[in-house]
């Protein structure tokens, strides 16, 4: 397929449209989750402390994941302050990074005449997918990962793809730099996943690495250790073995070959995550992995060399992942880029001059479905107004029905779909994701608490998957001695002190809970956001 001018001038503006939204509302919502809260209270408390190496939770070290993410969020907290949209701005960077390195690698692909075309609609189509929308603007270590291991993976097949020895010196310097970031993102696994993927590349390939790669190592693996050595060196020399058991043994071995955190899933969850991950484009991915039988394994030319690679990238993250203890949707978000990478390749197949219409139907099937479901679940579960939830919906019904009423200009079809789908986020961001997220923050009960004069009193937080207490109340939380938060049930012996010296304080309980404590003597219920209550107990 061979777009119009008027089609690549639009290509163009739609991918700028995208990159800008990925900065664009960082703010409008809360800090949700078990994870946004307490990584941005993490931040907080290296940069109040002025300490870049040891990440403390309520001060009980915190050594869960590496630096890297602080680092970016510490930065934007100095200048513009600590707030909800300083904290995402880093991860969100990572995405339009995560994105740039992917058209910088389609650049060197489309170099063949079957692909020709190819950083366009990748620029698109990767920047419109929703998985990497969804991950850039939280804050997330996978989205960092996933940042530092695509330009790391876009360095090496470069320099698997030119003939130049200096050029492929430069390269090679790129993809070790960037494998000791990948360290510093997310630990073991920034080397783990480089080295699996690549050999899995040349087993795939039938092929040696050349003499060149092998005298790399000899250079490049001391420039990664070096890398992640700025972080490693002092956190190991400043807290030892702590640190060593808690981050290396509970961390990262514990995790994958134990369920000690909780997090049990089937085998075959990642290539369920991986589809939903590439909406709305999944049927193109699809295409793309059905056409496997066709490809010329041991090619010589780029396009051959890339499909290759990039299916290695995708399998071995997969594989790796699933036979793991502990399963997360964002372990696979690396395999993301190759996965939009690949099936934009599919876009430019032709096959006796037609092209295959399946996908492009599929894709308005499945762009439909999100609206007609996202309009009954807002209006049933969520329950937004029929306003909101209508205005939400239907850009996505209009996507889908132009997709499957016109899909004979796929240019036109594709570049519809990716408009709608901004419009639709935008109505989403701007009406019906912020009544949602108020349920799943505790930022306005305690701001109705600091309304009624309760600014400072200690606050009792909850276990479970709302941890945002850590970062709306910072500083008055209470910490066990094993760093956890320490909730009412817990706390009889906290709770009759703070009485006994006519003082008070705030403690969150289940939603369900609320009628128990309601008009008891002692016991003033401040608000209920449907899941979580919260009282002051005096």
């Known amino acids: 397929m061979y777009p119009s001018t008027l089609a690549k001038r639009l290509q163009f503006f739609s991918s700028i449209v995208f990159l800008a939204f990925y900065l664009y509302g960082l703010g409008h919502l809360p800090l949700v989750g078990p994870d946004e809260p307490r990584y941005a209270q993490v931040a907080r408390e290296m940069f109040l402390r002025g300490d870049w190496i040891t990440p403390t939770l309520g001060g009980h070290t915190w050594f869960e994941k590496p630096a890297l993410l602080y680092w970016l969020i510490i930065p934007a907290y100095k200048v513009f302050g600590v707030h909800e949209w300083t904290a995402r701005l880093g991860p969100a960077l990572c995405g339009v990074l995560t994105i740039a390195g992917i058209w910088w690698l389609a650049r060197e692909i489309e170099r063949t005449p079957e692909n020709r075309g190819l950083s366009e609609w990748s620029l698109l189509l990767t920047s419109s997918c929703l998985g990497l929308i969804v991950f850039s603007r939280g804050v997330s270590f996978d989205i960092v990962v996933t940042a530092t291991l695509t330009w790391a993976f876009c360095f090496f097949l470069r320099s698997q793809l030119t003939a130049e020895s200096s050029k492929q010196n430069h390269l090679l310097f790129g993809f070790y730099a960037f494998v000791g970031l990948s360290l510093l993102a997310k630990g073991l696994v920034g080397i783990v996943i480089p080295v699996g993927v690549i050999a899995l590349y040349f087993l795939m390939r039938r092929e040696w690495p050349t003499r060149k790669l092998w005298l790399s190592l000899f250079w490049g693996v001391p420039l990664s250790l070096a890398v992640a050595a700025v972080w490693y060196g002092p956190v190991i020399y400043r807290h030892g073995w702590h640190f060593i058991d ?8 514990a995790r994958y070959l134990s369920n000690k955190y909780h997090h049990p899933q089937p085998v075959y969850f990642y290539p369920a995550i991986l589809l939903m991950l590439t909406v709305p484009w999944t049927p193109f991915l699809i295409q793309a992995l059905s056409s496997i039988k066709k490809w010329n394994w041991r090619g010589p030319d780029a396009a051959a060399r890339s499909r290759v690679f990039l299916l290695a ?11 793991s203890g502990s399963k997360l949707p964002g372990y696979i978000l690396p395999v993301l880029p190759p996965a939009l990478l690949l099936l934009s390749t599919s876009i430019f197949e032709r096959e006796s001059g037609n092209h295959s219409r399946w996908p492009l139907i599929s894709v308005g099937i499945v762009c439909l479905s999100m609206g007609l479901a996202g309009a009954i679940y807002g209006t049933r579960v969520e329950h937004l107004s029929a306003v909101c939830a209508l205005f939400s919906s239907v850009p996505f019904i209009a996507a889908g029905l132009f997709a499957v009423v016109w899909n004979r200009s796929q240019s036109y079809a594709l570049l519809a779909i990716a408009g709608t789908l901004l419009l639709a986020l935008m109505i989403v961001l701007n009406c019906a994701a912020g009544i949602i997220s108020e349920r799943e923050s505790t930022r306005d009960l305690l701001a109705l608490a600091d309304a009624r004069g309760y600014t400072n009193l200690p606050v009792l937080a ?27 049930d817990e706390a009889p012996a906290i709770v009759d002190s703070v009485r006994k010296r006519k003082e008070r304080i705030l403690a969150f309980i289940p939603a369900a809970d609320t009628d128990l404590f309601r008009g008891k003597p002692g016991i003033e219920v401040i608000g209920n956001n449907g899941k979580l209550a919260l009282l002051c107990l005096y």
């Open 462 to 488: 909850m276990h479970g998957d709302d941890r945002s207490a850590q970062f709306y109340a910072t500083g008055r939380v209470l910490y066990g001695n094993d760093g956890e938060v320490i909730s009412l």
């Open 313 to 323: 990238w995708i399998l071995f993250p997969i594989v790796f992942f699933s036979f």
């Open 246 to 253: 808690e981050f290396f043994v509970q961390h990262h071995f």
